[in-house]
């Protein structure tokens, strides 16, 4: 099974906003779509609040849980920010 995780983050409060971010994602997912090559594929473009993107990752863990995939592509499109020790 080959699945795929999407994140496209184009809206900030503290930063400037990145839209090609959104506009990245959307395109993989179709891209990931039109090959058929994966069984799931998931995608997290908008309402990207720090809380969706962990409940958006926590969902598919969960989902998966007891059984791994035997392909996983992580795709990230946006601003990186040190927090204290987190990224």
């Given at each position: 099974?080959?699945?795929?995780?999407v994140i496209?983050?184009?809206?900030?409060?503290?930063?400037?906003e990145l839209?090609?971010?959104k506009n990245d994602?959307?395109?993989l997912e179709s891209l990931l779509l039109a090959t058929g090559?994966?069984?799931?594929?998931?995608?997290l473009s908008d309402h990207t609040s720090n809380s969706d993107i962990k409940n958006f990752l926590a969902s598919f863990v969960s989902e998966y849980q007891g059984?791994?995939?035997d392909q996983l592509l992580?795709?990230?499109?946006?601003h990186g920010h040190f927090d204290g020790?987190?990224?």
């Open positions: 099974m080959k699945c795929a995780l496209g983050v184009s809206e900030y409060s503290l930063y400037n839209p090609a971010c994602a959307d395109a090559e994966f069984d799931d594929v998931r995608v059984r791994c995939p992580f795709y990230y499109s946006g020790n987190y990224f």
